[in-house]
């Protein structure tokens, strides 16, 4: 895992490989960064070499350097070195300015390309993969992802610009007096010493907050995916108990860390003064109680001391934020580790049209939290130009078998052969291009109908859309609405009655021209009459289409070429409706049962 003490450039996290592929893209600005940096280390020396000459002057030493300097009066001469010390500064801060500039827009680059690798890493996660997680939790990922990336590299080149700098400071203490080097030495290892001990408690810290935060993202995501729950079941109450939990689970890592961040800053304003009283004690000593020597030399010592304390608690502080930027760093890691986890499949053999048909053979599937497999040993031919209906009770596995067929899932054990050939190895998105997937739960954008129907598909023309429509029974209702295909239909398509939505969703398939339509319960909000009307329109649609439908009422698949009946994730009977009639097994049953259902309805509540 990547460690906030680490270099970006140099560990081997996904994090630290974008950044290092950045930033061979970007080596200019990373020039201009070191340069800068350099040039600001040169700029601090020479500033203390003014000062330290300028303070020589006052205590009434000789001016060293060039024979000239030593032909101009005293007050020219202090006047040019503060001049010079000025101009050594304004460098020093134009350089500092650059160097932020070309760190903060290497960080802005790195931000750039970070979020859509996320959101690619999450799409190229196979549908199994990615439905182990939390919602919430991928978007709380994904979004503060780039703010962790950017605040990673603002400050390990904040670090290398401060250590920089200290290297001129401790040279000029060095040069100044050794002996005097040991207290600024010893300043400095207690500085690192302090860090050093407080970095794995923020780092400990950070990834239990940013596991509370997760846990609060995911709860506000979840919240709002159930809004319509919450308020028909009068359950908002309980969700804002349940959210004040989860924030009182945040509180106490928030103090902790505060707790941890605040201890450095007071304790490294401590140190200097201690040093400070310290020196100032030596320097008589030191020095022999000469002015000339001691005056330019203690101040120079000095301002040197407080620059170098300066930098010191800045990459201290640097350090903390790295650290306390672990846990969304290491949550990002993982997230964008491969060895966990499943992708869709890339490449393969292109798939030109279904000739033969789909065929299952000793096809099992078992998902990792469950003990038993959802399908067992299922062998089924579905051939091409045909309708093939499944039922079943609920838990059946017909949804399963359907996620198959679709490249949603892969067997456990078996096969699924597309004209002889494993679905394995055609190419996943030749395959779904030609499927038209209609489902029970209907997936709709919080945009218009228009966008709706022609999602995934670069713009089909109107006439198109109309036409998908009108076959899909969506038509009349929508040219009711006030803005035809262009009203906008809220979040999930809240605007819309239940049969509207599955009639949209069933006009995006009929828009794809899908060769095979996988109708999973497609009519289930459908009254008696739409449904009639709709499986009429889909006749003349499935016109040599291959169609497998799972269908609650029997009375929609009773023309199908083939049913299958499922139960416990097996098939336990196969045949055409007449067929299966006549075996007067679990079908017939059902068949009767629906009839009765149907009876009773028709004849009104009992008086």
């Known amino acids: 895992m990547f460690h906030a003490v680490g270099s970006p450039f140099v560990a081997t996290t996904p994090v630290a490989s974008l950044i290092r592929h950045t930033a061979r893209q970007e080596w200019r600005l990373l020039l ?45 001469l202090f006047q040019l070195y503060l ?23 290497f960080a802005a680059r790195c931000q750039a390309c970070i979020t859509p690798e996320v959101h690619r890493h999450i799409l190229r996660m196979s549908y199994a993969c990615a439905s182990r997680f939390n919602v919430g939790d991928l978007v709380h990922r994904a979004t503060v992802s780039p703010l ?43 500085v690192a010493g302090l860090q050093r001990a407080l970095r794995p408690r923020l780092r400990h810290a950070s990834c239990a907050l940013e596991t509370e935060r997760r846990e609060v993202a995911a709860g506000i995501t979840e919240d709002i995916q159930v809004l319509r729950l919450l308020h028909s079941s009068a359950a908002t109450g309980h969700a804002e108990r349940r959210m004040a939990q989860r924030m009182a689970g945040l509180e106490p890592p928030m103090r902790r860390l505060s707790r941890l961040l605040s201890i450095q800053e007071p304790v490294s304003d401590l140190l200097p003064l201690m040093a400070a009283l310290l020196i100032v004690a030596l320097s008589w000593q030191l020095f022999g109680g000469s002015t000339e020597a001691l005056i330019p030399k203690l101040v120079t010592f000095v301002l040197a001391l407080q620059r170098l304390n300066l930098r010191l608690i800045k990459t201290a502080n640097n350090y903390n934020q790295l650290a306390e930027n672990s846990g969304r760093i290491e949550q990002l890691d993982d997230l964008l580790q491969t060895r966990d986890k499943t992708f869709r499949r890339q490449g393969g053999l292109p798939f030109k049209g279904l000739k033969q048909g789909v065929r299952l053979e000793a096809v099992g599937l078992r998902f990792e939290a469950r003990l038993e497999n959802t399908l067992d040993d299922i062998d089924l031919s579905i051939a091409a130009g045909t309708t093939v209906a499944l039922v079943g009770t609920s838990g059946a596995g ?51 109908i228009r966008a709706n129907i022609a999602f995934g598909l670069e713009e089909p023309s109107d006439a198109a859309i109309e036409a998908a429509a009108r076959t899909a029974g969506a038509h009349d209702f929508i040219a009711a609405l006030p803005q035809g295909y262009d009203t906008p239909i809220g979040e999930r398509g809240y605007r819309l009655s239940g049969g509207q939505r599955q009639r949209l969703s069933l006009a995006r398939a009929i828009l ?8 999973d319960e497609a009519t289930s909000a459908l009254d008696s009459n739409s449904e009639a009307l709709i499986h009429r329109s889909l006749q003349a649609f499935r016109n040599n289409r291959t169609v497998v439908t799972i269908a609650h009422r029997l009375a929609s698949i009773m023309h199908a070429d083939l049913i299958a009946v499922m139960e416990h994730g097996t098939i336990v009977e196969r045949g055409s409706h007449l067929e299966l009639l006549a075996l007067n097994g679990k079908y017939a049953s059902l068949w009767r049962l629906q009839k009765r259902g149907m009876a009773v309805r028709k004849a009104g509540p009992i008086p």
């Open 512 to 519: 794809r021209d899908p060769q095979i339509l996988i109708l």
């Open 398 to 448: 017909k949804s399963s078998l359907v996620d198959l067929v679709a490249g949603l899932q892969d067997p456990t054990s078996g096969m699924v052969l597309v004209d002889g050939v494993d679905l394995r190895k055609i190419n996943l998105d030749s395959w779904q291009r030609r499927l038209g997937v209609v489902t029970q739960d209907v997936l709709l954008l919080n945009a218009s």
């Open 32 to 76: 201009v960064n070191m340069i800068t940096t350099l040039l600001l280390a040169v700029t601090e020396a020479g500033s203390f070499a003014v000062i330290f000459q300028a303070a020589g002057l006052l205590a009434g030493a000789e001016p060293a350097g060039p024979p000239w300097l030593a032909d101009l009066p005293r007050g020219t």
């Open 148 to 190: 962790a990336v950017q605040l990673e590299i603002e400050q390990f080149g904040q670090i290398c610009s401060n250590l920089m700098l200290a290297l001129v400071y401790v040279a000029t203490l060095a040069i100044l007096s050794p002996a005097l080097l040991v207290v600024a030495i010893g300043l400095g290892l207690a």
């Open 83 to 105: 001049t010079a010390a000025l101009g050594l500064q304004l460098l020093a801060s134009g350089n500092r300015y650059v160097n932020g500039v070309t760190a903060g827009y």
